[in-house]
Structure formats: structure tokens, C-alpha cells
């Protein structure tokens, strides 16, 4: 995907798909910071959930970088060039709770957005791979959003 002879339909797909790279790597880090912060009652359910969700982070930060490289691409690999990018924001620190938990949920929801409009980009692009790791992703997301929802009691 580096060369010149890029279609416009590959271009917009390794920008989706370094979106998703710079967007998680900022979840991973907001992740952390809400795993080692988070006090009160519900501190043992969500330092377990906040662990859970930042290790998986890590593991779609690698594989989309690796689909990326496969398909010729150049991922994102710095922490400046993921926070230009990205449309998740940092953890502002002292949130409750409950302010973590909501925050995650409104981060899933953008990230939903945005993995189907790669998803749409990989369509495009003729690339049913990297579709079908942005769908395993969304997957994801949206179970983790319907039990962080139910948590919350919404």
C-alpha cells in the first residue's frame, strides 16, 4: 500500500485501519489508568473488567499492525501520531466509577461507528480480510458495551 500505485479505495482503507490502531492505543492507555484508579465498592469487578479490556486492546493495536504491513501499509507506531489521529480521547483522571464505565461504553460506540465505515472501507478495497477482523472486533465491543451497559443498569 506504500507505492504509488495505490487505488484511492486502498488509501482510505489504511487510513481506517490506522485510525483504529491510534484509537486503540489510546484506549489502552485510558484503559490502564482507569484499572489502577478505580476505588469503591465495585473496585474488584471493574480493576478485573479494565485488565481484561486493556489486554485486548493490545492484542487489536498488533493485529491490525500486522494486517497493515501484510497488505503493504505503514501503521501508526507512535504515541504523538496516535493522539493526532485518533478520536477517543485520554482519561481526563478522577472519574468515578461509574463516569470510567460510561466513558468506555461512549468510546465502544464511536469505535462501532468507525470499524463499520472500515468495514465499508475494506469492502471497497476488495479486501474481505481486513473486513473480517474489523468485524471480530466489533463483535467484541458490542457484547462488552451490552454488559457494561447492564452493569450501569441501562
Do not use: C
Amino acid at each position: 500500500m506504500t507505492n504509488q500505485s495505490l487505488t484511492q479505495n486502498e488509501v482510505a482503507l489504511e487510513r481506517h485501519l490506522n485510525l483504529q490502531i491510534a484509537n486503540w492505543t489510546v484506549m489502552y492507555t485510558k484503559l490502564h489508568n482507569f484499572h489502577w484508579y478505580v476505588t469503591g465498592g465495585s473496585f474488584f469487578t471493574l480493576h478485573e473488567k479494565f485488565e481484561e479490556l486493556y489486554n485486548e486492546a493490545a492484542g487489536y493495536i498488533d493485529e491490525i499492525a500486522e494486517r497493515l504491513l501484510a497488505i503493504g501499509g505503514k501503521p501508526v507506531a507512535t504515541l504523538r501520531e496516535s493522539l493526532s489521529i485518533a478520536t477517543v480521547a485520554e482519561a481526563v483522571g478522577g472519574e468515578s466509577p461509574q463516569a470510567m464505565v460510561s466513558a468506555v461504553i461512549d468510546d465502544f460506540k464511536k469505535l462501532a461507528n468507525e470499524l463499520k465505515e472500515g468495514m465499508n472501507a475494506a469492502e471497497e478495497a476488495q479486501d474481505e480480510a481486513s473486513g473480517d477482523l474489523l468485524l471480530g472486533i466489533l463483535t467484541s465491543i458490542e457484547k462488552h458495551n451490552w454488559m457494561l451497559s447492564a452493569y450501569l443498569g441501562k
